[in-house]
């Protein structure tokens, strides 16, 4: 079956850096994408990786496993308008996007 | 440019009603798609559709029929609507069903209410 695991929430002080996990097992593997959800808003688009290694767009960058399965995102220089929900998402051997639960970032001044 | 668009932004239903959810883009993507998101649950695909005349089943499709008639519009039936289908819906498309072309890019939503 398809299964998608990040942190169910995560806090993390304004200026510092969090990493958010992702761990899936899916039926074939065509790509993993980040995305970024604020409270009562549609998903936006943050990184996509389809090969291991690191992905850097200012201050977000995501990580890729494919041996692992896994994948994290991580957020440098934390500001407020950085609290939401941030979605791990796989593309399967059918293309379709499989989303995981969302892990809710809270941002403490 | 719009972009992607749903109507209604929310909607309040009978339980037993039929209720079309309309989703239109202006990319000219091939692909799009149907989610719905329930807290805790996070986004669940119901449909979509890689390219105009061809639909496919998601991870919670009984319920819920689609049809892509054409490259910009792709509704969403709900033929008898019961309240666990009370949820928020969005609609996504991206420029093709595969690699870097796949990002999507999400409607606003349609909250809808089922009583």
């Known amino acids: 079956g398809q299964n998608i695991d990040q942190p169910t929430e995560m806090t993390a002080t304004e200026g510092a850096i969090v990493q958010i996990n992702c761990t899936y097992q899916?039926?074939?593997?065509?790509?993993l994408f980040w995305y970024q959800q604020h409270a009562g808003e549609a998903p936006t688009f943050l990184s996509y990786n389809v090969l291991d290694g690191l992905e850097e767009k200012g201050r977000f960058s995501s990580f890729l496993s494919r041996s692992k399965g896994y994948s994290y995102l991580l957020l440098k220089e934390l500001q407020m308008k950085d609290s939401a929900s941030y979605l791990c998402a796989v593309s399967d051997r059918d293309d379709k996007i499989i989303f995981g639960k969302g892990t809710r970032l809270h941002i403490l001044p | 440019t719009a972009g992607i668009t749903q109507a209604p932004t929310s909607q309040i239903l009978a339980a037993g009603r039929s209720m079309t959810l309309r989703c239109t883009q202006d990319m000219r993507h091939n692909a799009m798609y149907w989610y719905r998101q329930d807290l805790g649950l996070g986004l669940r695909l119901i449909h979509y559709s890689n390219t105009a005349g061809t639909t496919g089943k998601g991870e919670v499709p009984d319920g819920y029929s689609v049809s892509r008639a054409n490259t910009d519009d792709f509704p969403l039936t709900l033929a008898s609507a019961v309240p666990s289908q009370t949820s928020v819906y969005f609609c996504a498309s991206s420029a093709q069903g595969g690699g870097d072309y796949n990002e999507q890019f999400f409607g606003p939503g349609t909250r809808l209410t089922v009583l």
């Open positions: 899916t039926s074939g593997f065509n790509g």
